[in-house]
């Protein structure tokens, strides 16, 4: 086997530690930088290493849990796709599972990103290689929804000699649902030097607006915004939990064969030249301001219940507010009411005014008469002001203005949702 000649030489090429950078405005949750000790496998607290051959999408690769497959060198994770007569259709690669799982929070900006090099072999040496970068719902594994009810984030997908980067979003039911299973909504980016360095993949999912329609799942190379997908454009609340509210975790792998990318052929090359270089993967989220944090408390006053929305119609502030949480306060005794005054004493009427009545100048006109249920002149009145309901100044901060774009017929990247997931692609 080359694999000692070639993994060396790769090395010497690329013997760089990377860290997770700082993004301005965002905390480090979590990240690797994979700076083990050179030639084993990854941390086995951070990572689950996948071991045995499954037939999920035509593959052809067995999943090995050795360091031949998946290790740890200079400072960066490396998973290689070897040929081996002893596996279920002659090929091993690696696959690794983070146990770090992560849950997107409300009012916020949630990132995952992760610095990949892929392999270098030429054009016409890469059929049937499929490396990906990807996140999965929890459930998936822990006996709850599983594939595609659970959700799915591609955030980097290559096949064969594509010089395409492909994002996607799997949802709902196979095949076909919401998300056109199993093709997924997908958009692509033309990016033909994913060989010659570190690029940086990431995906931005957005749970600013208060309105679960305008969030968003964003896809990106290096800065470059390629593909959005927003609730709206799912259409359906619970669906869109499985995508953008749901709890997660990072999977990085490199397959061989497949529905997609078609079987490898005799030409196609092994080791470094057809894996994948990992230097850093990191989960971000947003910091917030003192302006977040009075629109967090106004719009989320209760936090974000896993199993509720957090849409304004849930998140109406009580007035008066509700008491703080701990123990009751102690009762304030309160004074007896002070004694009513006695009523005054029951006498004769007065006697009537005396000398003769009040006569009007003459020519004065005669006092109008009053109509039964009018009070006298000198009553004060209550001014009656009319009520005019558009008058009345209401303020609504939560929901934009003008109409959501999905009930005005506004799609969003519609010119690559509908790549197709097939071996036209080749």
Not at 108 to 124: C, D, E, S, W
Request: net charge negative; hydrophobic share 30%; proline share 16%.
């Amino acid at each position: 086997m080359l694999f000692p000649t070639i993994m060396l030489c790769f090395f010497a090429a690329t013997g760089t530690a990377w860290d997770a950078p700082d993004i301005p405005g965002f905390r480090i949750m979590w990240h690797d930088n994979f700076n083990g000790p050179s030639g084993y496998l990854p941390d086995l607290s951070k990572w689950n290493i996948q071991h045995g051959y499954q037939d999920l999408n035509g593959d052809h690769q067995e999943y090995r849990a050795s360091p031949e497959n998946v290790h740890v060198m200079d400072g960066s994770l490396h998973i290689h796709p070897w040929r081996d007569p002893t596996a279920a259709k002659g090929w091993t690669s690696g696959r690794i599972e983070s146990t770090y799982t992560f849950t997107p929070a409300p009012g916020v900006k949630t990132i995952v990103q992760a610095g990949i090099r892929l392999g270098f072999a030429p054009n016409g040496r890469k059929f049937g290689i499929w490396p990906a970068f990807w996140l999965l719902g929890d459930s998936h594994r822990t006996g709850g929804p599983i594939w595609p009810a659970c959700g799915e984030l591609d955030i980097m997908e290559h096949v064969n000699d594509e010089h395409e980067t492909y994002a996607a979003i799997h949802c709902d039911k196979s095949p076909g649902g919401i998300c056109k299973e199993k093709k997924g909504i997908i958009g692509s980016y033309y990016h033909p030097n994913s060989a010659t360095g570190l690029a940086t993949y990431k995906v931005v999912i957005d749970r600013t607006p208060a309105m679960w329609q305008y969030e968003s799942v964003s896809f990106y190379v290096g800065d470059e915004l390629f593909h959005t997908i927003t609730g709206g454009h799912i259409g359906n609340q619970e669906v869109w939990k499985t995508i953008a509210q749901n709890k997660m975790f990072i999977i990085f792998n490199v397959a061989v064969g497949g529905d997609w990318p078609g079987p490898p052929s005799h030409f196609t090359a092994e080791g470094s030249q057809v894996g994948m270089q990992v230097g850093y993967v990191a989960h971000y989220e947003q910091e917030a301001s003192a302006e977040d944090t009075a629109y967090a408390s106004y719009n989320y006053p209760y936090g974000n219940p896993p199993d509720e929305m957090d849409y304004p119609y849930d998140n109406i502030p009580q007035i008066p507010p509700p008491p703080p949480p701990g123990p009751p306060p102690a009762p304030v005794a309160v004074p007896p009411p002070a004694p009513m005054p006695p009523p005054p004493p029951v006498g004769a009427p007065p006697p009537p005014p005396v000398g003769p009545p009040v006569v009007p100048p003459v020519g004065a006109p005669p006092p109008p008469p009053h109509p039964v249920g009018v009070p006298a002149h000198n009553y004060p009145r209550i001014p009656r002001v009319p009520h005019h309901p558009h008058q009345r100044p209401y303020n609504y901060p939560n929901l934009p203005p003008g109409r959501p774009p999905y009930l005005r017929g506004m799609s969003t990247n519609a010119s690559n949702q509908d790549v197709e997931h097939t071996q036209d692609l080749q």
